[in-house]
Structures are given as structure tokens and as C-alpha cells.
Nanobody
């Protein structure tokens, strides 16, 4: 079973940037869709971004133009580049594929 481990979260000021990483335990070359989700305190988990094996991407309206999802099949890693961060981006961020369990996530806190 594929295991995914998120990293790269932290505390950042509004307007700042972070890059999240999602490392897979096996090759991701044959994995079709990969996802980034987030869950803010007291809110439901929401889908943030999707990337297909061919590199097609989709974003939630709230992050479009600020976040970029990418994948490096050679490194078995997916990324989420986050720019112009806002306090409302504060959440635990998770990476996922269709058949993987939820991991621990990585905390992103945007605050001055």
C-alpha cells in the first residue's frame, strides 16, 4: 500500500509563501490523480488542488492564482507551492490519492 508523508508546513506571515511536500513510499509514475486537501479548525475537510498523471491541474476557487500543485515522478514527490498566504489558509494540509489512507498532515498557520 502506498504511504504518503506530508511536510513543509509552519508559521508564516500574511502575504508569505510556503512549499509543502508529499513524499510517497513507492513510485508515483502510475498513479493517476493526486490531491491536496486541507482542514481548518471547526470546518470540514476541503479539496484544495488536484493533479493528474499527465500534469493537468484543478484548484479550489479560494486558492486559484495563489497556489500551484506539481509532481516530480522521478522523486516520487508531489508539491503545493503557496503564495500570497492569507489567515484563512490556516489549516492542516493533507495529500492523498484514491487508495491511500489519510496521513498526519502538516500544519500551516498564517498569522502576524
Amino acid at each position: 500500500q502506498v504511504q504518503l508523508v506530508e511536510s513543509g508546513g509552519g508559521l508564516v506571515q500574511p502575504g508569505g509563501s510556503l512549499r509543502l511536500s508529499c513524499a510517497a513510499s513507492v513510485s508515483i509514475f502510475s498513479i493517476n490523480a493526486m490531491y491536496w486537501y486541507r482542514q481548518a479548525p471547526g470546518k470540514q475537510r476541503e479539496l484544495v488542488a488536484t493533479i493528474s498523471s499527465g500534469g493537468s491541474t484543478n484548484y479550489a476557487a479560494s486558492v486559484k492564482g495563489r497556489f500551484t500543485i506539481s509532481r516530480d515522478n522521478a522523486k516520487n514527490t508531489m508539491y503545493l507551492h503557496m503564495n500570497s498566504l492569507k489567515p484563512e489558509d490556516t489549516a492542516v494540509y493533507y495529500c492523498k490519492t484514491t487508495n491511500t489512507p489519510w496521513g498526519q498532515g502538516t500544519q500551516v498557520t498564517v498569522s502576524s
